[in-house]
């Protein structure tokens, strides 16, 4: 298998803008989640899916930051408009159903927002 | 809530000689899982190894082993052998093992950073 992907893998924008970073989850795999990582604040958990839906979003900072799973093969995370402070990487890592408690990551999304 | 705490920022440790990493957390909860997370400087996290918290043995792979101690909540990784592409960020994480939504996310530690000498 390809493993967890995520595009891009880089990304530099311009505070107000809007940002969309995409995951491909591992095929077959039921849970998908959303970490983000910064330096003052470690690895924290923004939002994960279970068959595309939303379980639990309570680590989504605010409303600017939004996540959607249309389908098992894909799920965005859109920051709405973007500011300096959610400068970070972002990971995505999926789970399959019959072995939930071992998450696989993607490579990551740096975010670096000017 | 779990805590998960990694008290080394840094560790160094000559090549070819045995390292530990240590972690404790802090939970209520009797059935759990525990892991460690290598993350090295491409930014992947990779999954080193696993234990489950109703598991006596000790989990090992390869070079990799844990010493996992349920009464005292600590769960150190020690690294034999130690080799250069072992540098990296190790990351200890907990995930409840009760089948309830909103308990399969991970909790990570803060990290220890792992650098090995020549």
């Known amino acids: 298998d390809a493993g967890v992907i995520q595009s891009p893998r880089h990304e530099v924008t311009e505070m107000g803008q809007e940002v969309t970073l995409r995951c491909k989850p591992i095929?077959?795999?039921?849970?998908l989640f959303w970490y983000r990582q910064t330096m003052m604040r470690g690895l924290e958990l923004l939002i994960y899916f279970n068959n595309n839906v939303p379980i639990d979003d309570s680590g989504m900072p605010e409303d600017r930051f939004s996540a959607k799973m249309p389908n098992a093969s894909f799920s965005t995370l859109k920051i709405q408009p973007s500011e300096p402070r959610d400068s970070a990487v972002y990971f995505c890592?999926?789970?399959?159903?019959?072995?939930?408690?071992?998450?696989?990551f993607g490579p990551g999304t740096r975010l670096t927002v000017l | 809530a779990q805590t998960v705490t990694q008290s080394q920022p840094e560790m160094s440790v000559q090549e070819a000689e045995t390292v530990t990493l240590s972690c404790t957390y802090d939970?209520?909860?009797?059935?759990?899982?525990l892991f460690w997370y290598k993350q090295p400087p491409s930014r992947q996290m990779i999954l080193v190894i696993r234990q489950e918290a109703y598991k006596q043995q000790n989990a090992t792979e390869n070079r990799f082993s844990v010493n996992f101690q349920k009464a005292a909540k600590s769960f150190s990784l020690k690294i034999s052998d130690s080799q250069l592409g072992d540098a990296a960020m190790y990351f200890c994480?907990?995930?409840?093992?009760?089948?309830?939504?909103?308990?399969?996310?991970?909790?990570f530690g803060t990290g220890t950073r792992l650098t090995i000498i020549p």
């Open positions: 994480a907990y995930r409840s093992a009760i089948s309830n939504f909103g308990n399969e996310k991970l909790t």
């Open positions: 890592a999926s789970s399959p159903r019959t072995d939930t408690d071992t998450q696989y």
């Open positions: 095929s077959g795999h039921d849970y």
């Open positions: 939970t209520s909860e009797s059935d759990y899982y």
